[in-house]
């Protein structure tokens, strides 16, 4: 196994989660902010899946609920059943992560650390979620530590220096410079971005 954390566009995606229980329902929550469009299905499913924004099937998995299916989180407590649709996904060439074995995942969920536009995933590759939780935590913290608009001020101004600035050496050396005043605490704004291009035009 050798997870690469890309970031995957699962907007609108169909994601099948198979299982309807606590472990369903964290594996979903971690879903929902990025809006894709889940169905759950499971004879048993618990009220706070039933209260989330997803479609919901109640009753056993079949085969056929894998049709169309982006990717498949397998969270049932039947080992057995897991193992197969592991099996099904993997003939059809779905993803699909299964909650009780991490060798039977071909993506794994990471412990998500987000805040003020930044989203980072943390993995051990599977060897302790645990540590994985707890590192979350610290970069929450650090998160919460700076100046929230950083990132949106950085998109702000970023398209008018790739215009206004041409070459990439000076480009680079203006975001470090804005990045700093913001890690200074500092908001800068168009005068200071207009003096900041200009000292490199020269
Ligand atoms: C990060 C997080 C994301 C999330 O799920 O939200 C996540 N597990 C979390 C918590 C957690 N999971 C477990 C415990 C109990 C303590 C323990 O056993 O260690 C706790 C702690 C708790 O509950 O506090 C039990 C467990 N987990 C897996 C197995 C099966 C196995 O190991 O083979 C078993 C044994 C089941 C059993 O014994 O029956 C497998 C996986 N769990 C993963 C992710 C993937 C690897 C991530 C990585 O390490 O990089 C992977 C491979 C597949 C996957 O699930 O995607 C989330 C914390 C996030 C947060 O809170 O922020
Ligand atoms: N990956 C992780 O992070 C992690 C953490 C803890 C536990 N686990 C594992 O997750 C598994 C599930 O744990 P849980 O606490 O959510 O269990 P749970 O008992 O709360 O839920 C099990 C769900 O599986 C459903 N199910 C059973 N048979 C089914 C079938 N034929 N078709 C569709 N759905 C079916 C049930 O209806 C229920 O909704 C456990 O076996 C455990 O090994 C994984």
Known sequence: MAYFPFYIDIENKKILV???GTVALRKIEKLTPFSPDITVVAPKICDEIK???VKIIDRRFCDSDLDGAFCVVSATDDETLNGRIFQLCNEKNI????????EKCGFIFPAIASK???TAGITTSGKSPIYAKYLKEL??????????NTTEVLWKYRPIIKEKVEREDDR???????LSLCL??????EKTVENLIEEYEQ
């Open 18 to 20: 198979v299982g309807g």
């Open 116 to 118: 003020n536009g930044i």
């Open 95 to 102: 993803l699909v992560n299964t909650v009780d074995d991490k």
């Open 172 to 178: 680079r050396k203006i975001f470090e410079r804005l």
């Open 51 to 53: 209260a989330l924004n």
């Open 184 to 189: 200074s605490g500092l908001e800068p704004d």
């Open 139 to 148: 970069f929450v913290g650090i998160l919460e530590s700076m100046n929230e």
